[in-house]
């Protein structure tokens, strides 16, 4: 969506935003953005302060509110206090943008830790078995969030072995790092790191795992070199990432039902988002063009299991998800009757035991040339 210039005299619209500031936009006729235009898609804008602090971030608006296409000069940002504050708005660099969106989720990543590491498991069984992971190796895994897989595969490596952890957000390492020291585990370590970064020597690991994360990498083939350069010649590097949204009733149960009630721009061309490898064969063309041996590709079939009640659930997956985001432009009535509706979409996959999904995920492996 694009707000551009507006020359022929000042317009105002309320612009609910995901934030926890609520901004009103003052389209003034000229300004420091005057004449260019913004795009406000999956990256978002980062709303600055006149000294450049950022203090907010937009990343979808809800198209009605905004009355066609025009210039932003300046905004006023009100605060929680009331007070009005000037602001101005910069194009995100794809890192600062993903580094905003995940930041955010950190805490109910954390908080929900219990029920992913469950509802994930077979993934993780999956990702054992195409990167050979065994006892005794040091293992990495790249875009860990709060220490998944890494958590589950300490013990499965043992204290012979080593597992690593990155993840580029600050908040999601701590949450790592506390849950292994309430552990007590002695044989992981976390970093804050980006997977076409790592603060690793060259053919380091005996293994290397992202489970759900390649996805959101702005540089997927400079991320696998990355890992390729840090992997032994000869072992194994292994990545999991959703098949099609038709697959996975886990997402559009959801994500149906809130399109229904906000409107959300399409997709940029490979935009970091969640289906972004869920075409076969997409991210195991990046590993050859990364140069691995034996790129191969599986469909992994199975159960989403989720031990809980369906407004349990929808809590989980509401605050696990960007519909977190995408919905706070909704009034309290719309609220309410979206709530009605994804509680009868997810009740279709109630079962006595709790929710289960059909699931389809990839996995793409390859080896690093000896
Ligand atoms: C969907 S979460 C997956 C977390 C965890 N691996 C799991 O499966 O539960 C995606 C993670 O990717 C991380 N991430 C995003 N961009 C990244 C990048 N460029 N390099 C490494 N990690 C990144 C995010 O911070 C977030 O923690």
């Known amino acids: 969506m694009r707000i551009a210039a507006a020359t022929q005299g000042s317009k105002s619209a309320v612009l609910c935003l995901p934030i926890s500031l609520v ?63 000037k602001a101005i708005l910069v194009p995100m660099q794809r890192d600062e943008a993903v580094i905003n969106r995940w930041s955010g989720s950190a805490r109910f990543w954390e908080k929900h830790r219990e029920i992913i590491r469950h509802m994930f498991a077979p993934i993780t069984q999956a990702l054992v078995e195409e990167a ?6 040091l293992v990495l895994d790249v875009a860990t969030g709060p220490g998944e897989p890494t958590l589950t595969l300490a013990e499965l490596v043992g204290p012979q072995g080593k597992i690593s952890g990155v993840d580029p957000i600050p908040e999601m390492v701590a949450a790592a790092r506390r849950e292994a020291s ?44 990355e890992m390729l350069r840090v992997l032994k010649p000869g072992q194994k590097l292994a990545f999991a990432v959703w098949h099609s ?40 063309e990046i590993l050859i063009q990364a140069g691995v041996t034996a790129p191969a590709e599986r469909l992994l079939q199975f159960t989403i299991h989720a031990p809980m009640l369906v407004d349990a659930f929808w809590a989980l997956r509401l605050e696990m998800s960007k519909a977190r985001e995408q919905i706070s432009v909704l009034s309290p009535e719309q609220l309410t009757e979206l709530k009605r509706q994804a509680l009868e979409s997810i009740s279709e996959f109630s079962t006595d035991r709790g929710i289960s999904f059909p699931a389809e995920v990839l996995i793409i492996s390859g080896a690093k040339p000896r």
């Open 182 to 225: 309430r552990l007590e585990l002695r044989n992981v370590q976390f970093d804050i790191a980006f997977a076409d970064h790592l603060p690793f020597p060259a053919d380091t690991f005996d293994a290397v795992v992202s489970r759900f994360g390649v996805m959101f990498f702005p540089s997927p083939l400079d991320a696998v070199r």
């Open 23 to 85: 901004l009103v936009a003052f389209l003034a006729h000229i300004g420091r953005l005057s004449g260019r235009s913004l795009q406000v898609g999956d990256e978002g804008v980062a709303v600055r302060d006149k000294k450049g602090n950022q203090i907010g971030s937009i990343h979808w608006i809800e198209l009605s509110l905004v009355p066609e296409t025009y210039d932003v000069a300046e905004l006023r940002v009100k605060r929680r206090d009331n007070r009005l504050q």
């Open 132 to 137: 050979q992971i065994g006892s005794g190796q």
């Open 245 to 284: 949204a038709e697959r996975n009733p886990f997402h559009y149960s959801l994500s149906r039902v809130v399109d229904r009630f906000v409107h959300s721009p399409p997709l940029e061309q490979d935009a970091l988002d969640t289906f972004r490898f869920a075409a076969r064969g997409k991210l195991l």
